[in-house]
């Protein structure tokens, strides 16, 4: 069952919305996001130790390409998945960043359960 599955986020409140990423583990039934620092997150969703690593932008920047390729990189390697918010690939020919502000990398098994919240949680109540 997903409350099984953790959650890891940034310490760093200027890189996530911790406010947004609480909702939507909480509607997910899930644990509270743990915090942690560096491209840890991605190291634990390979690994298994963490079933989902959101990364939504507090204030809409795009994320910089050196924070999210390698990490990306070693959970799809893994087994994962990694994609913006819509679920799209992350593309990583833009340049300095990877041209969008949220995206997140899950274990795969949950990465469509955390698009339907993520689209409702856009949405609030708007849809």
């Known amino acids: 069952p997903i409350s099984k599955v953790c959650c890891v986020e940034s310490v760093e409140g200027s890189h996530s919305d911790h406010g947004r990423h ?7 039934k899930m644990q509270a996001p743990v915090r942690m620092d ?4 991605f190291g634990v ?12 932008s507090a204030g ?10 390698a990490g990306a990189m070693i959970v799809e390697e ?3 998945k990694v ?23 899950s ?6 359960q955390v698009l339907e919240e993520l689209k409702l949680s856009a ?3 708007d849809c």
């Open 45 to 56: 969703v390979a690994r298994g130790q963490a079933s989902l690593y959101l990364r939504l």
């Open 83 to 105: 994609t913006d918010g819509e679920g799209r690939p992350l593309n990583f020919s833009l340049g300095r960043t990877v041209g969008v502000s949220d995206l997140f990398a």
């Open 107 to 112: 274990n795969g098994h949950i990465h469509s």
């Open 38 to 41: 560096s491209q840890c997150k």
């Open 22 to 28: 609480g909702r939507i583990v909480s509607s997910l």
């Open 60 to 69: 809409g920047s795009h994320h910089n390409l050196w924070d999210i390729a």
């Open 123 to 125: 949405c609030q109540g």
């Open 78 to 80: 893994a087994g994962g």
